[in-house]
């Protein structure tokens, strides 16, 4: 799981996105994080900005 693959499977993204929030509430810099973390909060940035530009 802890590779750019997890990224295609959906059951991963919380415990990604729990590794991301966890490092973040630590004051850890960006650079702390993995590859396949920072590809999922750029999927999660893209996403919420998709949001507020079709909103449902």
């Known amino acids: 799981?802890?590779?750019d693959?997890?990224?295609d499977m959906p059951a991963a993204w919380?415990?990604?996105d729990a590794g991301i929030s966890f490092k973040s509430?630590?004051?850890l810099p960006m650079e702390s994080l993995s590859g396949y973390e920072l590809q999922r909060l750029g999927r999660r940035?893209?996403?919420r900005e998709l949001?507020?530009?079709r909103p449902e």
Do not use: C, H, N, T
Request: without cysteine.
């Open 1 to 3: 799981m802890y590779s």
């Open 5 to 7: 693959r997890a990224l």
């Open 14 to 16: 919380p415990l990604i």
């Open 25 to 27: 509430a630590r004051g």
């Open 45 to 47: 940035v893209q996403d």
């Open 51 to 53: 949001r507020r530009l």
